[in-house]
């Protein structure tokens, strides 16, 4: 069974950090561009961050450029997002989600939400005083 896990989110201080973790079993993210999510209160998700297959070429949403950054562990199947300087409109649900591409297909590129193969069930952050 194919799986998405995220973990690290939690309640932050303005100007504080997290890092979240998306962890995937049943597959193996080296062959998936990942991407992370962000789901504000009352809005439509958006993507924010993402990283390809093998060369770990990473893409921002220009509202996060310089304070997350998205890395990946492809020995512990992991895909991790640094946030850092934490402000209260970052407060959202965080997903991650999967989308294969075999090696010969050429370069990856971010696609539409809905070609991503595979989700992570969300975790929250909250960022208040």
């Known amino acids: 069974q194919v799986q998405l896990v995220e973990s690290g989110g939690g309640s932050v201080q303005p100007g504080g950090s997290l890092r979240l973790s998306c962890e995937g079993s049943?597959?193996?993210?080296?062959?998936?561009?990942v991407g992370w999510f962000q789901q504000l209160p009352g809005k439509e998700r958006a993507g924010i961050a993402s990283?390809?297959?093998?060369?770990?070429?990473?893409s921002y949403a220009y509202y996060v450029k310089g304070r997350f950054t998205i890395s990946r562990d492809d020995t512990n199947n992991k895909v991790y997002l640094q946030m850092n300087n934490l402000k209260p409109d970052d407060t959202a649900i965080y997903y991650c989600?999967?989308?294969?591409?075999?090696?010969?297909?050429?370069?990856?590129?971010?696609?539409?939400?809905?070609?991503?193969?595979?989700w992570g069930q969300g975790t929250q952050v909250t960022v208040s005083s």
């Open positions: 049943g597959l193996s993210l080296s062959t998936y561009g």
């Open positions: 989600a999967a989308d294969y591409f075999k090696e010969d297909w050429g370069e990856w590129t971010p696609p539409d939400q809905h070609e991503y193969d595979y």
């Open positions: 990283i390809s297959p093998r060369d770990g070429s990473t």
